[in-house]
C-alpha cells in the first residue's frame, strides 16, 4: 500500500443492494479493505436508515443504477447524512451496462449531496456486475464479471490509498438524459402496484420479509403491494415459487430468473477473457470494455 492517504483507518461502506450485485461489490469491498487491515463499517441503507457516525475516516457509497440514476433510496439516506468537515467521500455505482451514455451521469446527485454536507469527494467508479434488466447477458460474460471483481475493487483501494483521484466529469447531454430517469421512480411505483402472486404462491411471505421499502403487506393471505415500489425486483427473483409477475412493463424481468447467489457459487474465478462467450448484443458492450480496460 503506498502511503498518501495512510491515515485512513476507518472505512464506512453504506450500500443498498436489490438482488445482490451491489452487496457482492460492498462485500468484496469489505473483505479487501480487512485484508489490509482497516477497520470496516458496514451498513446496509435499505434495513439501518440512520447514519451512525462511528468516527469513520472514508465513507463509500455503493447504489445500483436504476434508469441513469442512482437508488432513490441511496439518494434519501445521503441527503440525511449528518454534516461533516472534509471526510473523504466515494461513490461507486454498481449497473449492467457499464460506463455509457447515459449512466455517466448517474453518481451527480449524490457527489452533489456530499459535496452540500462537507465530505471531500476523492473517487467515484462504475462497477458492472450482471444485470438484473430486460436483457439476459450470457453466461460467460456474467461469471466473467463476478470474476473480475476483487481485481477492480483491489485497483480502487490501491489507487484511494495512494491519493490517486478519479473524479468524472459527464457530458451535458447525458445529464440531461439521465434526469429523463426520475420518472422512473413513478414507473417504479406503478410497476409495484401491478404484481401480482399467481396460484403457486403459497404466502411463505418471503416477499413481504424480503421487501427493503416494507411495501408488501399479506391480506388475507395473499401479497398486496403498495406505491412506494423501487422497482429493485428482490421480491420477483426470490420468490421461492416463481410466483410473483408485473402486469406492465413485464419486457424488464428477466425470463430465466436472476440468483446473483447461485451465480456466485458457479462462477469459476477464473476468468475465461475470450470475447467468444459474450453477447453480441450492442447493449453489452460496456460490459465487454469494463473487464478489457486495464
Ligand atoms: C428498474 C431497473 C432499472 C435499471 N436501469 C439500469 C440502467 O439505467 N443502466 C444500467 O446499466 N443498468 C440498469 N439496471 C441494471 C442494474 O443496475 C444492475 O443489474 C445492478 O447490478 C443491480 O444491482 P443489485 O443486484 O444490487 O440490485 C436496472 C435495473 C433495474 C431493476
Redesign the pocket.
Known amino acids: 500500500m503506498d502511503n498518501k492517504h495512510k491515515h485512513i483507518k476507518t472505512v464506512t461502506l453504506a450500500y443498498?443492494?436489490?438482488?445482490?450485485?451491489?452487496?457482492a461489490v460492498a462485500d468484496c469491498f469489505e473483505k479487501e479493505l480487512l485484508e489490509q487491515k482497516l477497520q470496516v463499517n458496514k451498513i446496509n441503507i435499505a434495513t439501518d436508515d440512520t447514519y451512525h457516525d462511528k468516527k469513520t475516516d472514508l465513507l463509500i457509497i455503493l447504489s445500483?443504477?436504476?434508469?441513469?440514476q442512482l437508488a432513490a433510496i441511496v439518494e434519501k439516506w445521503t441527503k440525511n447524512l449528518p454534516k461533516t468537515n472534509g471526510t473523504y467521500a466515494a461513490v461507486i455505482s454498481?449497473?449492467?451496462?457499464?460506463e455509457v451514455s447515459p449512466?455517466t451521469a448517474c453518481r451527480i446527485k449524490c457527489k452533489h449531496l456530499l459535496k452540500r454536507k462537507g465530505y471531500d469527494l476523492i473517487y467515484e467508479k462504475m462497477m458492472v456486475?450482471?444485470?438484473?434488466?430486460a436483457i439476459q447477458a450470457r453466461k460467460q460474460l456474467n461469471f466473467d464479471l463476478i470474476n473480475i471483481l476483487p481485481q477492480k475493487v483491489n485497483k480502487i483501494i490501491s489507487d484511494i490509498m495512494s491519493g490517486k483521484k478519479n473524479l468524472l466529469k459527464p457530458k451535458l447531454q447525458d445529464r440531461l438524459f439521465s434526469t429523463l430517469?426520475k420518472a422512473?421512480h413513478f414507473g417504479?411505483s406503478i410497476f409495484g402496484l401491478s404484481i401480482h402472486p399467481s396460484r403457486d404462491c403459497n404466502q411463505c411471505g418471503k416477499c413481504v420479509r424480503n421487501c427493503p421499502k416494507k411495501n408488501i403487506q399479506m391480506k388475507n393471505g395473499s401479497p398486496k403491494f403498495g406505491f412506494h415500489c423501487l422497482?429493485?425486483?428482490k421480491c420477483i427473483y426470490y420468490c421461492p415459487r416463481k410466483a410473483l409477475s408485473p402486469r406492465i412493463l413485464k419486457f424488464?424481468v428477466l425470463k430465466n430468473g436472476f440468483d446473483?447467489n447461485h451465480m456466485i457459487k458457479r462462477s469459476s474465478k477464473k476468468i475465461a477473457n475470450s470475447k467468444k462467450g459474450y453477447s453480441k448484443n450492442v447493449l453489452c458492450q460496456?460490459a465487454i470494455d469494463y473487464l478489457q480496460e486495464k
Open positions: 443498498f443492494s436489490g438482488t445482490g450485485c451491489t452487496k445500483p443504477v436504476y434508469a441513469f454498481v449497473s449492467g451496462g457499464g449512466n456486475m450482471p444485470s438484473n434488466f430517469g422512473e417504479a422497482w429493485c425486483m424488464s446473483m460496456g
